[in-house]
């Protein structure tokens, strides 16, 4: 069955440069959720939407920004990248059309700031 | 918000014991998920269970959303089933998102 994807799977970036992750959803999936998870930590919500509409927002920084395209993509750009922006990101998704609102996680996208 | 609280923290088994992972969290919920991270650090999906019980081979998980707990169990445990055990839920009312536990980090030892 085919699978929340995400690229890149790995990234290592400068101080203050620009990072962007992709995520495609499953198939039908109407909502995307973005989390970070940092070394040793539980996932914490980031944002999420729903039909290309922001439907809800955590702790994300003002320098991320995200959105979610016409084919149900999404995509989280983060900018002045920080040391502290180092983490595993995961998008999942979810869909009640023929499902049950159960959220399935993409592999990750493990960002390294150096 | 909601609190999600997971115990024990830790746990070092041998291969072939069982254990019981606990998840207490503080208000309703429509959803509750658990995942395994394995050391790759993949998210697995192990079981939706907002309420009731379900099995799957060696794994099995309740939920008794009236008194807000919900037991995730592992028998004849096996040094793959290393990693660590998340509790996620969704609060009743709210967005869909899922709020996670810390967690519990199980070691399996040959």
């Known amino acids: 069955a085919a699978g929340v994807i995400q690229s890149p799977r790995h990234l290592i970036k400068e101080k203050r440069e620009t990072a962007t992750l992709k995520c495609y959803p499953i198939?039908?999936?109407?909502?995307v959720y973005w989390y970070q998870q940092g070394p040793g930590q539980d996932p914490q919500f980031l944002i999420s939407f729903y039909e290309k509409m922001q439907s809800d927002k955590g702790s994300i920084p003002d320098r991320f920004s995200a959105q979610q395209f016409s084919d149900y993509h999404s995509e989280l750009n983060m900018s002045s990248l920080e040391l502290g922006d180092s983490a595993l990101y995961f998008c999942?998704?979810?869909?009640?059309?023929?499902?049950?609102?159960?959220?399935?996680f993409g592999e990750g996208s493990r960002l390294t700031v150096l | 918000g909601i609190q999600v609280e997971q115990s024990p923290p830790d746990l070092i088994l041998q291969e072939g014991a069982n254990s019981t992972l606990r998840c207490n969290f503080s208000d309703s919920v429509n959803n509750l998920q658990w995942f395994h991270q394995n050391p790759w650090g993949q998210l697995i999906n192990l079981f939706y269970?907002?309420?009731g019980t379900k099995q799957n081979g060696r794994l099995s998980a309740t939920t008794v959303a009236t008194e807000r707990y919900s037991l995730l169990y592992i028998s004849s445990s096996q040094t793959t089933d290393s990693g660590v055990y998340f509790c996620?839920?969704?609060?009743?009312?709210?967005?869909?998102?899922?709020?996670f536990g810390k967690g519990t980090k199980l070691t399996v030892n040959p």
């Open positions: 996620a839920v969704e609060v009743k009312g709210g967005s869909e998102k899922l709020v």
């Open positions: 198939p039908r999936h109407d909502t």
């Open positions: 269970i907002p309420s």
């Open positions: 999942a998704s979810s869909g009640w059309t023929g499902g049950t609102g159960e959220l399935f």
